[in-house]
């Protein structure tokens, strides 16, 4: 009973991950524009839905409005495909391209405040895409509301 209570007590340790204190512009605002430099426009779909799922913000249509501006760019990176077989050291063969999906919070000045950097899924499901995915890290950040007692 004693280890069992033990693990439990060091899961919930691990299980609260901290991070480092986001910047005060980003933790008051409240509106935000969506700026796609994708190219995609899956792409602020995906995000427009996570942050209207989250709740947290509310997006606007004209970036003078916003508090925070929310740039999604796509990145992708080459290079070679490595296999380590079994038997000996990795063999190189061919190249492969990665994509990915990058979000820069801004502020209503244009300074970059934040950033993440999430693969990009290639899914036609929003939710498993890498805005959905910049989004969800971000809100990762954000202190839980407090539930309120009855």
């Known amino acids: 009973m004693k280890r069992i209570l033990i693990a439990?007590?060091?899961?919930?340790?691990a299980a609260a991950?901290?991070?480092?204190?986001?910047?005060?512009t980003i933790m008051e605002g409240k509106t935000v524009y969506i700026e796609n430099q994708t190219g995609n426009p899956a792409v602020a779909d995906a995000a427009y839905l996570e942050i209207k799922t989250w709740g947290r913000?509310?997006?606007?249509?004209d970036r003078q409005e916003a508090d925070?501006?929310?740039t999604f760019q796509a990145i992708s990176t080459e290079g070679p495909i490595v296999v380590v077989p079994l038997s000996g050291g990795p063999v190189v063969g061919g190249r492969t391209t990665r994509?990915?999906?990058?979000?820069?919070?801004?502020?209503?000045?244009g300074h970059?405040?934040?950033t993440v950097t999430q693969p990009a899924s290639g899914s036609k499901n929003l939710k498993k895409s890498g805005a959905a995915k910049c989004i969800r890290e971000l809100r990762k950040r954000f202190p839980?509301?407090?539930?309120?007692?009855?």
């Open 99 to 109: 994509n990915f999906t990058r979000l820069a919070v801004l502020s209503p000045e």
């Open 112 to 114: 970059e405040l934040w």
């Open 8 to 13: 439990l007590l060091l899961f919930a340790g």
């Open 57 to 61: 913000f509310t997006v606007v249509s």
């Open 144 to 150: 839980e509301p407090k539930k309120e007692k009855r």
């Open 68 to 70: 925070l501006t929310f």
């Open 17 to 24: 991950q901290e991070y480092a204190p986001l910047p005060k």
